[in-house]
């Protein structure tokens, strides 16, 4: 398994694992993060995951894996959109599906959507037990890449997709100078304003920068074990839709 740069970005600087530091970041930022998460995205999140879920609609799919489900924004959606017989979300953070459990009976799909705490390098579900996996804004955050990637990989379906988005830096330099500006200057003081832990926010940023992009990111997938990579960019190119294929 290769190494890349986010797996060495941690939110803090003595912590232990990667591991360790992402379930505890999350668990201290579950209440908030919902909030956060429209903030910094100035609310396109939702626009984002909208469009992952319409390039889902042609697959059809009935079992699906939200990975780093979170407080399980996608799950939900996935359920609401696909009718799917079954979306299991999985996360390190015990906490932030906590609070997707909540959103999950307020909308009465507690029949449809359930919450397992799991490493995404190391799957408890069975080979093939599943038609689609999402990832939305999680991949920078597994503790091994190519690892997770290919545990996804595993668990899918031989005709099974894989459903990404990433957070990216943009690659146009018009793009990019806007991007570095909001990171830079505007993240900062949202995150003292509104969080409460601003090293969770710091993190943010250096997670994004340092991700594999565009073409690496394809030849990663493909080494994992999927056969095509299609890739989209959203809002000034500062959201990448990766959609892979067995």
Not at 45 to 69: G, S
Request: proline content about 3%; glycine content about 6%.
């Amino acid at each position: 398994m290769s190494d890349f740069k986010c797996e060495k970005v941690l939110p803090y600087a003595d912590g232990g694992s990667k591991t360790k530091q992402i379930t505890e970041m999350f668990d201290h930022i579950a209440g908030q993060y919902d909030r956060m998460n429209r903030l910094m995205s100035l609310g396109q999140d939702r626009t984002w995951r909208r469009r992952a879920i319409e390039a889902l609609c042609a697959y059809y799919p009935k079992r699906v894996m939200d990975v780093a489900t979170g407080t399980g924004d996608f799950a939900i959606a996935v359920a609401e959109r696909l009718k799917p017989e079954r979306v299991l979300g999985v996360d390190l953070s015990a906490e932030m599906m906590n609070v997707g459990r909540k959103k999950v009976a307020e909308r009465g799909l507690s029949g449809v959507v359930s919450f397992e705490q799991g490493d995404s390098t190391l799957l408890r579900q069975e080979d093939a037990s599943f038609d689609a996996v999402t990832v939305a804004f999680g991949v920078r955050n597994f503790s091994g890449i190519e690892k997770g990637l290919s545990e996804i990989s595993r668990v899918l379906t031989s005709n099974g997709v894989l459903v990404i988005l990433e957070m990216t830096e943009p690659s146009n330099p018009m793009y990019r100078l806007g991007y570095k500006i909001y990171t830079k200057l505007c993240l900062p003081v949202m995150a003292r304003l509104f969080a409460k832990d601003l090293k969770a926010y710091d993190y943010l940023p250096a997670s994004i920068q340092a991700f594999p992009k565009d073409d690496e990111m394809r030849q990663i997938l493909k080494k994992c074990g999927f056969q095509s990579v299609e890739i989209n960019k959203f809002t000034m190119q500062t959201c990448s839709l990766y959609l892979a294929c067995k």
